[in-house]
């Protein structure tokens, strides 16, 4: 195994606990790169493929948390959801500046005609009460376009109200900071709710809108899409298995999108090109399947050697270091090592920086390789 950046080497597997604990704290705090080995063949010149990169990033990057009245709502009907939802994250452009974070995942739901989620439940029950509670962005929410939400009725609260305002702001960040690694967006594409509005449905019309409203904020030569990786093998699977990943500094400054979706809405996506001809989002799918080059596994202590086969064959794998703060509460890094000695390459945590009310548990990373600036 291949090492892109100075440090001491670490073991592929982890033996036990005492050996964990002290390659988790290693990386911690001296700062380690770790190489992960594939099928394909390094590059001559020693350059890092993407799936080489180890990167942190952030789950419902855009949420705020419900305000008191709100909570207590959700709280009363679905206590566990209560307490997972109850973080707040930075907004977007101090994700990727202050905390060196470099994939984002967004929730969206269609709003083709605008003002669809503009009067939330939650809001509605406050104000016959008489209790405080509010709406930011009210005039965006009330436009046609995709809404970044986590849950139209009750947990409402974003930093950022629609899908062309996240990326606007990851491109401003990206045109200051060129040399950037690839940013990886996760999207999720919803059509549920707890509450009314009924959400609509992703469908061909739908997805047709998610990729215009890309292309109007980055530009093709901004995005790597499924066409860069696969090249001129039949199938992405192929490309990933016997080229690789692309480079690292041949796509700097560039995004990645990934849906986050299984199930029916990927294969309604998938359904005009098994190996995503044109798309711009990749899909998470089954390691034999044409369209095979990123997978889903969220569980690194249940799925932990099913990653270390994706990752050692190639793919690029995007799993959780903890989840609906319960580790958080708990001061419990062992999903963090787990997803560590996995190999996975996207690790996505709810408190990426230290929060006061769970002072036993901090996630960090070494900066994204060959950037510059702060």
Partial sequence: MTQPSTGPRCRRGLGDKKRSTWWLAALMTVGISVALPGPAAEPEDGALRIDRLRLLGTHNSYHIAPDPFVARLIASATPAEARAIDCTQRPIPEQLDR??????????????????????????????????????WQDELAEPGIKVIHSPGFDFRTTVPTLRAALREVKAWSDAHPRHVPIFLLL???????????????????????????????????????????????????????????????????????????????????????????????????????????????????AHDEIRRLVDAGFLVRTRVDAGLEEPRRGDLGRFERALSSGAQLLSTDLPEPDTRFPGYLITLPRPPGEDGP
């Fill in 99 to 136: 905390l060196s974070l470099r994939h984002l995942e967004l929730d969206c739901y269609r709003d083709p005609d605008g003002g669809m989620f503009a009067q939330p439940l939650g809001l509605t029950l406050a104000g016959a009460v008489g209790q405080p509670s509010a709406l930011e």
């Fill in 188 to 302: 999720e594409l919803k059509s549920d709710a707890y509450a009314p509005p009924q959400p609509l449905p992703w469908n061909d019309e739908g997805f047709a809108e998610l990729e215009a409203t890309i292309l109007a904020v980055f530009p093709r030569e901004r995005i790597l899409a499924p066409d860069d990786v696969r090249g001129d093998k039949p199938t992405l699977r192929e490309a990933v298995a016997g080229v690789g990943w692309p480079k690292v500094d041949a796509h700097r400054g560039k995004i990645v999108c990934l849906m986050d979706n299984e199930g029916g809405v990927r294969d309604a996506y998938l359904a005009n090109s098994d190996v995503l001809a044109g798309r711009l989002l990749f899909t998470s799918v089954a390691a034999d399947h044409p369209a095979a080059a990123f997978m889903k596994r969220n569980d690194p202590q249940g």
